[in-house]
């Protein structure tokens, strides 16, 4: 009995446990390029970047969550890279384009935390807090714009291996016109004239005159009349 009833306990602990582990949420990761969050504002001064500012400059804080895990971030507030980078936030058809110069410890991973004079293009003040805030960093699309340029190079250097394939064509295109004159002198009459090859390798061929023609006609024909006598 008392094994059962351990077991049964063993049992029902372990199924406790695998629902725990299967209910857990998987993290995701953390999207730098802006996000969608709440708006608020407060009273501004000195910075976590350092400055000091008034309510009247369009500066925001981001939460402590994005602010201190952002990319290159270090234990120096003063120090980190997003400060100083320009990002627009977006809420019911209106819009405010805002530098990063502060941290906000209250505020969730995309939340924005502005200047009055800031808060105000977006909503009105009395309003106090506002929902659905979509925001992204200015430069978030220079990626972009780079790519582009690689793919504009990219198609230059085709360009030019085009250009190069036609000159290819065009020196073979002489080296055959070079073959058919060859071609021509060789088919050129033997005993009418007589070919020469200069210094720099071109043969030319050159008419023999009727008298020397026939001075060598009739040094043949007497060879070849000896020649049958001796037969004989």
């Known amino acids: 009995m008392l094994l059962n009833m351990v077991y049964l306990f063993t049992s029902v602990l372990m199924l406790c446990l695998s629902t725990l582990v299967i209910s ?14 709440q708006g608020t504002y407060y009273d501004t001064g000195l910075t976590s970047c350092g400055q000091t500012y008034t309510d009247s400059d369009l500066i925001v804080a981001l939460s402590h969550l994005f602010y201190d895990s952002y990319p ?7 120090n980190n890279p997003v400060c100083g980078k320009k990002l627009t936030a977006h809420y019911q058809g209106k819009s405010v384009s805002v530098t990063v110069a502060d941290r906000c410890t209250g505020c969730a991973m995309y939340d924005l935390d502005f200047t009055p004079t800031a808060f105000q293009a977006l909503a009105d003040m009395s309003v106090g807090r506002i929902s659905g805030v979509t925001w992204a960093f200015d430069d978030s699309t220079s990626g972009t714009s780079s790519g582009n340029d690689t793919a504009s190079d990219s198609t230059s250097d085709t360009s030019s291996s085009d250009t190069t394939s036609t000159s290819t064509q065009t020196s073979d295109s002489n080296s055959s016109s070079g073959d058919t004159t060859s071609t021509d002198s060789d088919s050129s009459s033997i005993a009418n004239s007589t070919t020469t090859t200069t210094s720099s390798g071109v043969a030319t061929t050159t008419p023999v005159s009727d008298t020397a023609f026939k001075a060598k006609l009739n040094k043949r ?4 009349a000896r020649d049958v006598d001796l037969a004989i």
């Open 24 to 37: 857990r949420p998987i993290p995701r990761a953390t999207d730098y390029s802006g996000g969608t969050g």
């Open 221 to 224: 024909q007497l060879a070849w």
């Open 72 to 78: 290159g971030a270090t234990a120096n507030p003063n």
